[in-house]
Nanobody, 116 residues
Framework: QVRLVESGGGLVQAGESLRLSCAASGTIFSIDRMGWHRQAAGKQRELVAIITFDGGSTNYADSMKGRFTISRDNAKNTIYLQMNSLKPEDTAVYYC?????????WGQGTQVTVSS
């Protein structure tokens, strides 16, 4: 079992920045990749970014490139999402997830609200 706990969400104004954190615990050795997804009200959940847990390779949704940066701290079993130049359309619940060989795990989500 893998447990994921997100933190760092909140209310900011357009143009500001936020950094989300996701701490993993449990069977860490089984994790291949971790990532962030988001879901705005009334919309489908969408990929934000993915990072390999060991190698540090990253992949971003095209619309996130340049403003969002995913990173990891293996010593803390934590990944981060640095979000810059936030826009009102970035308002969503942001979910951390972990991919293992057998199943995916999801955190409870953290709300990010960007006011105009």
């Amino acid at each position: 079992q893998v447990r994921l706990v997100e933190s760092g969400g909140g209310l900011v104004q357009a143009g500001e920045s936020l950094r989300l954190s996701c701490a993993a615990s449990g069977t860490i050795f089984s994790i291949d990749r971790m990532g962030w997804h988001r879901q705005a009200a009334g919309k489908q959940r969408e990929l934000v970014a993915i990072i390999t847990f060991d190698g540090g390779s990253t992949n971003y949704a095209d619309s996130m490139k340049g403003r969002f940066t995913i990173s990891r701290d293996n010593a803390k079993n934590t990944i981060y999402l640095q979000m810059n130049s936030l826009k009102p359309e970035d308002t969503a619940v942001y979910y951390c997830n972990a991919y293992t060989r057998f199943r995916d795990y999801w955190g409870q989500g953290t709300q990010v609200t960007v006011s105009s």
